[in-house]
Structures are given as C-alpha cells and as structure tokens.
C-alpha cells in the first residue's frame, strides 16, 4: 500500500511496479487495492458518520455525482449487512463487529479487485470474528476479490486462504498452496508453529515442535514440490 516505504523489495500488482509510481501515478493505483485495517476503533475518524467515511475515496477519485455517491454508499452499507440508516451515524455508535464492516465497506468503495487485510478480526470477539470472515468470504464469491489476509491465527488462515506464506523475522521462509503446507511443512518455524494448533480433543498426545532461533540461517527459497516453496538446505 506504500504507506509505510519498504527500504528493500519489489511490489508488483498486474504491470505495475508499485515502489517506482509517482504520488499521482500512485492514487490512481490505489483505485484498484485497497485495505481493511486491524483495529475497527482506531480506523474510523471520530467526527466523520458512516456515509462520509464510505464516500471519502469516491470523492477523493472525482466519481460519480453526489446524488450517485450516496446510492453507492447506501448499497455498500447493505452489502456488508447494515442499514442505509447507518450512514447517519458516528463511529462511537457502533459495535466493534459493526466498524469493521463499516471498514470494509469503505475498502470496496472504489469495487478493488485486491483487498490488504490486516488482521481484520483480531480486535474483535470471538463469535464476531465468525461473523466478519464470513462476510469477507461472502464478498470474495460475490466480488471476485483477491485477499492479502495476514493473520496470526493459524485455524483462521487455513480457512479463509488458498495459499499461505510464512514469515520469520520478517522473511518468508515457506510459500505453499494451504493443504499441501499444512500437510506437510518443509520449514522448522512451520512445524512449530503447526504444531502450536490446540487439539480439539484434550487426550490426544502431545507433538509440539520445538524450534531453536539460535540455528537459524537465511537461505534462498528453493522449490521442494510443485508450487511449494521452502528456505531449506
């Protein structure tokens, strides 16, 4: 998203080299990725209603009349499963669930076909995580969208992802489509952190792997099956 510079990398989207786009070139990139935020009650401004905070990109991107932006604002809010009446109200009237729809009715304001969550259930209760994942999964048949979901829930990434990337010390040490990785983690940290899942059943025997930070080494992802990718000797 550029919000924060990388100091090293590449970003590709599509034809795009995103870290080599000029501001203006990069605003109107933006128009087609946009990102749901962690925490629903920091994201919101405070003195904007739900309408404005929804309609901000599409007045920041000159679309539409105003006359269309709020029919664009009504029809979001009942996509993500609230009232139109709730464009009249401020953040600090709604439940933390409630925000983060909010939030990712604002993300799909510009209908982006790649959306960056950021941990988007992590600040919120448990039976309202079910709810917003299930949204989100809704809105990815029903859109056509592609999630950049990070997450550390390893239960909720096999359920919502189709291929998983992990990371260590901000490298990523294995990339896999998700039954094969969690079949079968090539990476030590993997299989730590695989083996961290709290087993359903509390008779069942324990197999924690341990994994030793001090034998670390970077090494070049290498290909270890089809489309599995692992930084192994």
């Not at 029809?75 to 925000?99: K, T």
């Not at 990339?175 to 969690?182: N, V």
Request: net charge positive.
């Amino acid at each position: 998203m550029r919000l924060i510079e990388p100091t090293a990398g590449d970003i590709r989207f599509r034809a795009l080299d995103v870290r080599a786009l000029r501001p203006r070139e990069l605003r109107a990139a933006r128009r087609h990725f946009q990102m749901v935020f962690q925490d629903p009650y920091s994201s919101l401004d405070p003195r904007m209603r739900a309408g404005a905070t929804i309609e901000e990109p599409l007045v920041v991107h000159r679309i539409g009349t105003k006359a269309d932006r709020r029919e664009r604002v009504r029809h979001l809010l009942e996509l993500v499963g609230l009232d139109a009446a709730a464009a009249g109200r401020y953040p600090h009237e709604f439940s933390g669930g409630q925000r983060q729809r909010i939030g990712v009715a604002r993300a799909l304001a510009l209908e982006p076909s790649l959306i960056v969550a950021d941990e988007p259930v992590s600040a919120l209760d448990v039976s309202v995580q079910a709810q917003i994942v299930n949204l989100l999964l809704d809105l990815q048949h029903r859109l056509g969208l592609t999630y950049l979901f990070i997450a550390h829930d390893l239960r909720l990434v096999r359920e919502i992802c189709t291929r998983v990337a992990v990371m260590y010390r901000g490298r990523i040490v294995e990339l896999a489509p998700t039954s094969r990785l969690y079949a079968a983690p090539a990476h030590e940290y993997t299989q730590a952190l695989l083996s961290a899942i709290p087993s359903l059943d509390p008779d069942a025997p324990g197999t924690r792997v341990r994994f030793d930070p001090r034998r670390y080494t970077r090494l070049p992802l290498r290909e270890v099956d089809a489309g599995h990718w692992a930084a192994v000797d």
